[in-house]
């Protein structure tokens, strides 16, 4: 029996275009499932499109179309980046609208309401729709989210089920105690143990279907839908096909270290929220969950259309191509700490590490190997430690740092040694050099499997061939998206 793995990102909500915050969570998600795979691992990689709630009705409201051919639009767009940023094919997608997932989704509310965990009552709150969250006066800046200021904060007075949240905050705080890694970075798992020590507030899961129809009918109760978290949380078991497909969930979700990725405004839902109401339900808990940082433009400003710093994954891709904006997100953008990104700095990164860096040596060296070697498929010796524990620890950016170090080394050895000059008198001498750099470079290949899939295939396979690729940077002119 092979070693299961499982890993899901969050869904994005399809009320707007996929940002590169999303391309970066993709990648990384991608990454980690690849190296899985490569490990010997049986991966489930899960991803989706959460398609319930205000925003998705609204939506479609003010276009005036229904909400079903709304997301079936919006959500082509996610498929679409997801296929420009080469993820792995047998990634599986849930929609929080399949039959399966809205099965799901009344099963765990009836066995959390079973166990006593949901109850009726009449209340007033303020509620963000663009965070999905209530909010306390003292978190409202001039009665506005601070994170969504142009949007109008909510008053929700009606009768709502609640989920009865208060109840774990012990046994929250024994999963964390227990789990040293479960929520990464560190300094995140210090703000969530914060945050529930600091007592929890039981949250409200439904709304009147007369206001808001399009959500999945509360079991048993069809004058209210579940609202938003517990449907869309749901989608990381209902994809495996609980409650029906119990082989499946307990392979992949029971013991399959189930690993979460999601950004740092999604600490609460994953790794709080979602967790109470896995016990609730008498479900074991995720294994780790892992937070991005933000991603801004330059100066650390929000991303926004009115200050003109966006940035589309999917331009970067048309010009420059699926591995080099893998390349870009994996290194150039910090895991956890707020990073900042411009076209001019992708374009920086695209020319001196990937047309002059990779591209350069593989060209150089491969032209030389072509006219001189014999081949051979080169035995490449261990993967240095430094990259495994970088992988292991999901820092992409250093296993880049690493690789890239011997792209430069090599780089720095050709220079030096000139086996292109030293080949006419001293033909065995180069020959021996020129070896050495292949079969660095065949392990530059292997480390680069998961990270940049295509051209690692490139140059493993022009090795075995030894035969020269075509360029594989093109070098391109800035570009004014
Ligand atoms: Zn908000």
């Not at 795979?37 to 319930?52: A, I, L, P, Q, R």
């Not at 009665?143 to 009865?164: G, Q, R, T």
């Not at 292109?420 to 530059?444: S, W």
Request: net charge neutral; with cysteine; glycine share 6%.
């Amino acid at each position: 029996m092979k070693k299961t793995f499982y890993l899901t990102t969050t869904l994005p909500y399809v009320n707007a275009r996929p940002h590169i915050g999303h391309a970066v969570e993709y990648v990384r998600a991608d990454v980690l499932a690849r190296y899985k795979k490569e490990e010997g691992y049986d991966v489930f990689f899960n991803t989706g499109s959460d398609e319930h709630g205000q925003k998705i009705y609204e939506g479609a409201m003010s276009e005036g179309i229904s909400p079903q051919e709304y997301v079936d639009r919006n959500t082509e767009n996610f498929k679409f980046l997801l296929s420009a940023l080469g993820m792995s094919d047998d990634i599986h997608f849930i929609r929080t609208t399949d039959d399966k997932h809205i099965i799901a989704a009344k099963e765990l509310w009836r066995r959390v309401k079973n166990n006593g965990y949901i109850y009726k009552k009449k209340y007033k709150s303020k509620y963000c729709v663009g965070c999905e969250l209530e909010k306390t006066d003292s978190e409202l800046i001039d009665n506005k989210c601070p994170d969504h200021p142009n949007l109008e904060i909510k008053l929700i007075d009606e009768e709502n089920y609640f989920f009865k949240f208060s109840a774990f905050q012990a046994k929250l705080l024994d999963l964390y105690a227990n789990n040293k890694n479960f929520v990464i970075p560190d300094f995140r798992q210090k703000e969530i143990e914060n945050f529930v020590k600091s007592g929890l507030n039981d949250f409200s899961i439904s709304r009147l279907s007369y206001k808001m129809p399009w959500g999945i009918p509360v079991p048993d109760d069809h004058e209210h839908v579940i609202y938003v978290w517990f449907d869309a949380l749901t989608s990381y078991i209902s994809t495996l096909g609980w409650p029906t497909d119990n082989d499946n969930f307990s392979k992949y979700w029971v013991n399959g270290n189930p690993t979460q990725y999601c950004g740092q405004d999604n600490l609460r839902q994953q790794s709080a929220m979602w967790q109470a109401m896995l016990i609730a339900a008498n479900l074991p808990n995720s294994k780790r969950i892992i937070i991005n940082g933000f991603v801004t433009g330059d100066g650390g400003i929000k991303m926004s259309k009115t200050v003109g710093n966006v940035i589309d994954p999917m331009s970067l891709q048309e010009y420059y191509g699926t591995d080099s904006v893998r390349y870009y997100l994996l290194r150039h953008i910090h895991p956890w700490e707020g990073s900042s990104v411009t076209y001019n700095s992708f374009y920086q990164a695209y020319n001196s590490h990937l047309v002059n860096g990779l591209g350069n040596l593989v060209s150089r060296l491969l032209t030389l190997s072509e006219k001189y070697l014999d081949k051979i498929v080169p035995n490449f010796g261990n993967i240095p430690e430094e990259y495994t524990d970088a992988m292991e620890n999901f820092r992409y950016d250093i296993a880049c740092d690493c690789i890239w170090d011997l792209i430069s080394k090599i780089d720095k050895e050709i220079s030096e040694t000139e086996p292109f000059k030293l080949i006419k008198d001293e033909p065995e001498k180069a020959k021996k050099l020129l070896r050495n750099y292949v079969t660095r470079l065949y392990l530059i290949g292997v480390m680069l499997r998961p990270i940049m899939p295509r051209t690692s295939m490139v140059i493993l396979s022009s090795i075995e061939e030894n035969k020269k690729p075509s360029i594989m940077f093109e070098r391109k002119p800035v570009a004014s998206f």
